[in-house]
Nanobody, 115 residues
Framework: QVQLVESGGGLVQPGGSLQVSCAAS????????MGWYRQTPGKRRELVAT???????NYADPVKGRFTISRDNAKNTVYLQMNSLKPDDTAVYYC?????????WGQGTQVTVSS
């Protein structure tokens, strides 16, 4: 079992920045591929960014050039730095890892981009 706990969401103005974090339990974090997803009411959860255990990253087209995913294995934490935020980025952001074909999710953190 892996527990994921997101934090750092909040209200930010368009054009602003925010960083969300996800802390993972256990001692094997450094071996996990991690991802950030987001979801708005009535829509499917969508992939935002991923980072492999080796540090390779991948981004969804809508966030390329604006968001950066990173990890700190010493702190068992994955981050999502979000810059140049737009109202369309408003969503609940979820942390994810898949271990032996089982998905683990955090409880999510709300990010609202509004003036």
């Amino acid at each position: 079992q892996v527990q994921l706990v997101e934090s750092g969401g909040g209200l930010v103005q368009p054009g602003g920045s925010l960083q969300v974090s996800c802390a993972a339990s256990g001692s094997a974090f450094r071996f996990y591929n991690m991802g950030w997803y987001r979801q708005t009411p009535g829509k499917r959860r969508e992939l935002v960014a991923t980072i492999t255990s080796g540090g390779s990253t991948n981004y969804a087209d809508p966030v390329k050039g604006r968001f950066t995913i990173s990890r700190d294995n010493a702190k068992n934490t994955v981050y999502l730095q979000m810059n140049s935020l737009k109202p369309d980025d408003t969503a609940v952001y979820y942390c994810n890892t898949n271990i032996l074909s089982h998905d683990f999710w955090g409880q999510g953190t709300q990010v609202t981009v509004s003036s």
